[in-house]
């Protein structure tokens, strides 16, 4: 299971920092990517974190500006977003690979078993 928080409504050049907190598998050596998904748009994968050794991976369109980390301890991973666009706007969800899976192909939606269910995040 996946919990994800922190959405909200935020001005641009603004900060939010999501947060999504796993349970119920092995939390250890799998992939969680953060993605986000607009209306009328795909499914877009952002940041990934591979938790087994900590190794992120950004999409083009946030790097500089969003960071991914993770606590082992609370089995949760998180997402701080700065310098906001409008173009942020989204619902955003995290999903996992589960035991043992590789962030190899970390923006492919169809990678993940287990997703959250999802906070909306507005950037105006």
């Known amino acids: 299971q996946l919990v994800e928080s922190g959405g909200g409504s935020v001005q641009a050049g603004g900060s939010l920092r999501l947060s999504c907190a796993a349970s119920g598998y092995t939390y250890s050596s799998n992939c969680i990517t953060w993605f986000r998904q607009a209306p009328g748009k795909e499914r877009e994968g952002v940041a990934a974190?591979?938790?087994?050794?900590?190794?992120?991976y950004y999409a083009d369109s946030v790097k500089g500006r969003f960071t991914i980390s993770q606590d082992n301890a609370k089995n949760t991973v998180y997402l701080q977003m700065n310098s906001l666009k409008p173009e942020d706007t989204a619902m955003y969800y995290c999903?996992?690979?589960?035991?043992?899976?590789?962030?190899?192909?970390?923006?492919?939606?169809?990678?993940?078993?287990?997703w959250g269910q999802g906070t909306q995040v507005t950037v105006s």
């Open positions: 999903a996992a690979t589960g035991d043992d899976g590789s962030c190899r192909d970390w923006q492919n939606p169809r990678e993940f078993s287990y």
């Open positions: 974190v591979y938790t087994g050794y900590g190794n992120t």
